[in-house]
């Protein structure tokens, strides 16, 4: 089975552009979530979609914007890039339903994509 | 709010040698679920455990071992018999029931392990 994938795996943007990271999950997971990992603040959750919807979001600005397709492919937009969103960005998926306990499913997480922004 | 710590940044042993990777969490929930994930260089998180907060038994995996104590709010991981391919970033992380399960984790600040060949 594949894992999770995401793209590009490399990305250079200057200060003020818009910025698309595109995640695939593994086949039949339907939750994705996005974390940033900088050295500063460690790793951070950003927000979680499942079956195309918001259900989770962390304390990041509006300038962070996400979307889930009905396939579970997933983006997550950055407008207005500034420089402290120089980042590795983390894709995980699960295929977790929701709030079962006792689910043995966990997130599994892609390579990310490393954001410079100059 | 919830909260990981850990502790240690930065561990080196020689290789062959046990190590134990400390995590100390912080939750007002009663059902919460705990991990550890491996970053290697490569940056890919890679899982190693998920434990539900009623399951306190211990685990052992091939080298790798895990100790939960609720009452000391504890998940602590040990390498036995380390070796190099277990240089890496540790990161234990956190995650409250009332979070649908798994999809909000609350990450530590990482144990940079190093094993010296």
């Known amino acids: 089975k594949a894992g999770v994938t995401q793209t590009p795996r490399y990305l250079i943007k200057t200060r003020g552009q818009q910025v698309t990271l595109s995640c695939s999950p593994i086949?039949?997971?339907?939750?994705v979530s996005w974390y940033q990992q900088t050295p500063g603040q460690g790793l951070q959750f950003l927000f979680e979609?499942?079956?195309?919807?918001?259900?989770n979001k962390g304390n990041f600005p509006g300038r962070f914007s996400g979307r889930q397709f009905s396939n579970s492919r997933s983006e997550m937009n950055v407008s207005t890039l500034e420089l402290g969103d120089s980042a590795l960005y983390l894709c995980?998926?699960?295929?977790?339903?929701?709030?079962?306990?006792?689910?043995?499913?966990?997130?599994?997480f892609g390579p990310g994509t490393r954001l410079t922004v100059l | 709010a919830q909260k990981v710590t850990q502790a240690q940044t930065e561990i080196s042993v020689v290789e062959k040698e046990d190590v134990t990777l400390d995590c100390v969490y912080e939750t007002r929930d009663t059902t919460y679920y705990l991990f550890w994930y491996k970053q290697p260089p490569s940056g890919e998180l890679v899982f190693l455990i998920r434990r539900n907060s009623f399951d306190e038994q211990n685990e052992i995996s091939g080298r790798y071992s895990w100790n939960f104590q609720k009452s000391t709010s504890s998940f602590n991981f040990t390498i036995t018999a380390s070796q190099v391919v277990d240089s890496a970033v540790y990161f234990c992380a956190l995650s409250e029931g009332s979070n649908f399960g798994n999809e909000k984790l609350t990450f530590g600040t990482g144990t940079r392990l190093t094993i010296i060949p």
């Open positions: 995980a998926s699960s295929s977790l339903a929701g709030g079962l306990f006792g689910s043995t499913d966990t997130q599994y």
């Open positions: 086949s039949g997971h339907r939750s």
């Open positions: 979609y499942f079956s195309e919807t918001q259900r």
